[in-house]
């Protein structure tokens, strides 16, 4: 009888040890490439559509590979509906862009490497390109508590960030006015 209680502690505590192993993240997964990492960020607090509003010191691109009125193919999506999406382009602008991580203002979960928010958002910057650790305030509205964010600089690119209209590929939800895309997102029309 004390045999087959020992064996039934056992293999409950077996049982408990695997139940509590399948609700932890698994660990030995490879790291996410940053466009994994884009991919999985939850952008339900997102404003896709913006109204189309830049700051006034965001210069226009002069010779955008991709001008306006033109359309491309959105190569990289931030979040779904987006990657493979037909963009048509309705501003394109000289900036350097950046990949932030913050706390919302608004609380909740802390926000990584969120895909772009560009220098003339940001509230009184040093110097273009600022580099990765910096902590600097913004004042774009791209997410719900972005505005006003203190945030971390991750990556910084110079680049021509672009304003487009598509279609949502997953929901058929017209988005107007996207803030940002950089150039290296899009790809030509074939």
């Known amino acids: 009888m004390k045999f087959n209680k020992r064996w039934s502690v056992g293999l409950l505590s077996v049982v408990a040890l695997i139940s509590l192993s ?16 884009a991919e999985e960020m939850d952008h339900s607090t997102m404003n896709h559509s913006s109204s189309g509003e830049v700051p006034v010191t965001l210069k226009k691109a002069e010779n955008p590979k991709f001008p306006i009125g033109s359309t491309a193919i959105i190569t990289d ?7 493979g999406a037909e963009a048509t382009i309705v501003g394109a602008y000289t900036t ?4 932030i991580s913050y706390e919302p203002t608004s609380g909740g979960k802390r926000i990584e490497k969120h895909k772009w928010v ?9 110097e273009a ?30 680049t021509t960030v ?4 598509y279609t949502s590929t997953t929901s058929g939800e017209a988005v107007t006015n996207h803030k940002w895309v950089t150039e290296e997102e899009l790809s030509p029309k074939k």
């Open 96 to 99: 350097t862009a950046y990949v």
């Open 162 to 165: 672009y304003m487009v209209d």
């Open 77 to 83: 999506g931030h979040m779904e509906g987006m990657k």
């Open 118 to 126: 560009i220098h003339e958002e940001l509230i009184d910057p040093q």
């Open 22 to 37: 399948a609700c932890t993240e698994d660990q030995t997964k490879p790291a996410s490439t940053s466009n994994e990492a």
């Open 129 to 158: 390109p600022l580099a990765p650790g910096t902590e600097v305030k913004t004042d774009a509205t791209h997410m719900e508590g972005m505005e006003n964010a203190t945030v971390i600089i991750d990556e910084a690119v110079k």
